[in-house]
Nanobody
Framework: QVQLVESGGGLRQAGGSLRLSCAASGSIFSITTMGWYRQAPGKQRELVASITSTGSTNYANFVKGRFTIARDNTKNTVYLQMNSLKPEDTAVYYC???????????????WGQGTQVTVSS
């Protein structure tokens, strides 16, 4: 089993920045891809960004140029640097991890508990 613990959520004004962190523990040798999903009230969970163990990244179009995902394999931690935040970025952000080369709903293997990000206008 793998445990994922997120931190770094909070409240920001539009245009501000936040950095989310997600630390993995447990059977981390099984993890290939880590990333972030988000879910706003009344909406489906959607992929924000992912990164493989070799550093290949994938971004949703709505965050390209604003968010950056990074991974520190020595610390088993993935980060999401969020810049130029918009009110529509408001959501619960979930860390995700999987043994495969990509994160694909609904078969993501491991989830964090989620962290709230709120962006005011």
């Amino acid at each position: 089993q793998v445990q994922l613990v997120e931190s770094g959520g909070g409240l920001r004004q539009a245009g501000g920045s936040l950095r989310l962190s997600c630390a993995a523990s447990g059977s981390i040798f099984s993890i290939t891809t880590m990333g972030w999903y988000r879910q706003a009230p009344g909406k489906q969970r959607e992929l924000v960004a992912s990164i493989t163990s070799t550093g290949s990244t994938n971004y949703a179009n709505f965050v390209k140029g604003r968010f950056t995902i990074a991974r520190d394999n020595t610390k088993n931690t993935v980060y999401l640097q969020m810049n130029s935040l918009k009110p529509e970025d408001t959501a619960v952000y979930y860390c995700a991890a999987d043994p495969r080369q990509e994160l694909v709903l609904p078969k993501v293997a491991y989830w964090g508990q989620g962290t709230q990000v709120t962006v005011s206008s």
